[in-house]
């Protein structure tokens, strides 16, 4: 079975503009979540998406959002970037099925990278 | 909100020896507690995790442990070899049906010599 698959890999932006990524879960699985991984704050919830609806956010700014597809798809997009925007952005999925032992174990993607200059 | 603290944040061991890396969490609703290991330019991959309703859970070297009342769980990996190198991370969620927000420790950089 294909792991959590994120496209592109790497990105340079410049300060001002907007980005959008994309993640692909594991197929079957219906929860998407994103975290930002930077040195200084280390690995940060942003949000999770499940059938088409955001249920969890993190503590960022509006300018972070989100949306998931039917196929459960998800994109996250940030618009005018800031400098302190760079880190790398991981995608998990999980199943979120109801009941079942692994229903919540979240499986991560190789990530984005995003450098703003 | 969870809060989750994780040490040390490097631990340097010898081939052959034990790594043991402890976390705290404050927030009592957490009942999920998974383990991930990172490698460089790779996402987190989950190696192990435990239920609040489980005390001690094993997979081949790597065991983990929970005490509920004191707020702590800890990831320990015997026999360590050359490829248990890398970043761990734990987390902590107050799994439920309506969302899975894992809050993470700040990693712990392990270094197994040869």
């Known amino acids: 079975k294909a792991g959590v698959t994120q496209t592109p890999r790497y990105l340079i932006k410049t300060r001002g503009q907007q980005v959008t990524l994309s993640c692909s879960p594991i197929?079957?699985?219906?929860?998407v979540s994103w975290y930002q991984q930077t040195p200084g704050q280390g690995l940060q919830f942003l949000f999770e998406?499940?059938?088409?609806?955001?249920?969890n956010k993190g503590n960022f700014p509006g300018r972070f959002s989100g949306r998931q597809f039917s196929n459960s798809r998800s994109e996250m997009n940030v618009s005018t970037l800031e400098l302190g925007d760079s880190a790398l952005y991981l995608c998990a999925s999980s199943l979120m099925a109801s009941g079942g032992d692994r229903s919540y174990e979240q499986y991560f993607g190789p990530g984005t990278r995003l450098t703003v200059t | 909100g969870e809060n989750v603290e994780q040490h040390p944040s490097t631990l340097s061991v010898q081939e052959g020896d034990s790594a043991v890396i402890k976390c705290t969490y404050s927030?009592?609703?957490?009942?999920?507690f998974p383990w991930y290991k990172q490698e460089l330019g790779k996402g987190p991959q989950l190696i192990i995790d435990i239920r609040s309703n489980v005390g001690e859970k094993k997979d081949q070297r790597i065991a983990v442990t929970l005490n509920k009342t004191a707020k702590h769980f800890s990831l320990h990996i015997t026999e360590t070899q050359p490829e248990d190198s890398a970043v761990y991370f734990c987390?902590?969620?107050?799994?439920?049906?309506?969302?899975?927000?894992?809050?993470f420790g700040g990693g712990t950089r392990v270094l197994v010599k040869p």
């Open positions: 197929s079957g699985h219906r929860s």
């Open positions: 927030d009592s609703a957490s009942n999920y």
């Open positions: 987390a902590a969620s107050p799994f439920k049906a309506a969302g899975n927000k894992l809050t």
């Open positions: 998406y499940f059938s088409e609806t955001q249920r």
